[in-house]
């Protein structure tokens, strides 16, 4: 996206990218430390992207490779135009490309359900550009439903109901499309097709019915909605879970309740991640097939904590497995990384081919495949090399589908990470 001025590059969507301004006939990159939220604001609004979402440093969107923009933008924040903005004195001290500023827009200025019997569900209602209005569910799922769920902190998404359960909505109906992965933190950092407004069966109305509108749990501090730090929503709060002879069969209680599969591991979060807040549950006692924490013994007194001092507990549950591309041009192309057992790593490209790039850009909704890359095309990774010899058909819904040799089980190195490069860039 770009205007006279300014433009995104490098983005994963129109409204997202490194931010680079003209200087005559250049396009500059500008320093993260010159470019503030006043700054962001005015881009946004300048390349008609809404609001701003995030605003990211350290090249977030890929090292540009030319000049540097040597001023400080020193936006009053309801400029139209970035050019209107006053500008600092030349900088000092050095900027390099690795300071790249980037910023992530979005036209979705708010999200809200309502007609429920709590803030947690109803009908989704959705603010374009300060309009608010209904979303039509053609192109609604439960892993759109899930970021919604987690992004207005309700848990995550038990049901989508449809049939016009929540009313009918006033105002226009968007029918612009998300295409989420369930892991994203918001809406507006999913994949989306601008629609905009147009005619919807006000019984097609999108609807959810979030976990938190009743007892619910939620994982924090992890890669994805399927793993981290346990906590439980009571009371209008959410309160941590403490527990003294944390197991994987209590852990199992956990994901499945969160529909997350069974329970990989069962584990005391460092001290770094563990919670400050009010404590919700404080020692459980579970045979491992409850339907929901809450229905195992939660009833102890303090000396049934036989074990010692009862401290946060977390879970890593099977369906937290995840797949990305990195250090290529954008979302849909680089080197493939798999989450697994709570840490990123890389699949060696030991048989590696099309039909196997296809699964990977087929989940990530990044079309087909173009290329599958051997020999570390985007680098070298670190860490685990999670799979070797991976065989696919092409029609697997995940990668994690496929033949392949044990999890962790290899005879490669990095230099022979694989990489992807899919037809949607």
């Known amino acids: 996206m770009q205007s006279g001025f300014v433009r995104l590059a490098r983005g994963d969507s129109p409204c997202s990218g490194r931010v680079e301004v003209r200087d005559g006939n250049q396009w500059k990159t500008v320093c993260d430390s010159d470019f503030g939220p006043k700054a962001a604001a005015v881009v946004c609004r300048e390349l008609q992207c809404g609001a701003v979402l995030f605003i990211h440093g350290a090249a977030h969107f890929g090292k540009g490779d030319g000049p540097i923009w040597g001023r400080e933008l020193q936006c009053v924040g309801d400029e139209a135009l970035l050019a209107s903005c006053p500008r600092g004195s030349p900088r000092d001290q050095p900027c390099t490309h690795a300071n790249d500023a980037s910023v992530t827009c979005t036209q979705y200025t708010g999200f809200r359900l309502v007609n429920g019997s709590t803030a947690c569900d109803g009908r989704v209602e959705v603010q374009v550009l300060g309009a608010w209005g209904t979303l039509c569910a053609s192109h609604w799922d439960l892993l759109d439903a ?34 989420c992965n369930g892991t994203e933190a918001h809406l507006g950092l999913c994949p989306v097709t601008a629609l905009g407004a147009s005619p919807c069966s006000p019984e097609n109305d999108a609807a959810v019915i979030c976990s938190a509108s009743a007892t619910s749990l939620r994982l924090v501090g992890g890669e994805s909605w399927c793993d981290g730090r346990v906590e ?3 009371g209008r709060t959410w309160g941590r879970v403490l527990d003294d002879q944390w197991d994987l069969e209590k852990a199992n209680v956990v994901c499945r309740q969160l529909r997350c599969g069974e329970a990989e591991a069962a584990y005391d979060p460092p001290k770094p991640q563990r919670g400050t807040g009010p404590v919700g549950l404080r020692g459980v006692r579970c045979a491992g097939h409850e339907a929901r924490l809450t229905l195992c013994n939660t009833s102890l007194p303090e000396n049934a904590l036989v074990a010692g001092i009862a401290e946060d507990v977390g879970v890593t549950c099977r369906g937290s497995q995840q797949v990305r591309l990195v250090n290529g041009s954008g979302r849909c192309a680089g080197r493939v990384e798999i989450y697994h057992q ?29 290329e599958a890359a ?9 860490g685990r090399i999670w799979l070797d010899g991976v065989s696919c058909s092409g ?31």
């Open 146 to 179: 899930h970021v919604l769920c987690r992004h207005l902190d309700c848990g995550f998404a038990e049901s989508i109901p449809g049939g016009g359960r929540f009313g009918r909505g006033t105002g226009p109906i968007w029918i612009d499309s998300f295409h």
């Open 232 to 234: 439980i929503y009571q």
């Open 342 to 370: 709570g840490s990123w790593g890389t699949i060696c490209d030991d048989g590696w081919d099309l039909p196997v790039a296809a699964v990977v850009c087929h989940q990530l909704g990044c079309g087909g495949a173009v």
């Open 374 to 382: 051997v020999s570390a095309r985007f680098g070298e990774g670190s």
């Open 395 to 425: 029609a697997e819904g995940a990668l994690w589908d496929c033949l392949a040799g044990s999890w962790g089980q290899h005879d490669c190195g990095h230099k022979e990470d694989a990489g992807v490069i899919c037809s949607v860039l």
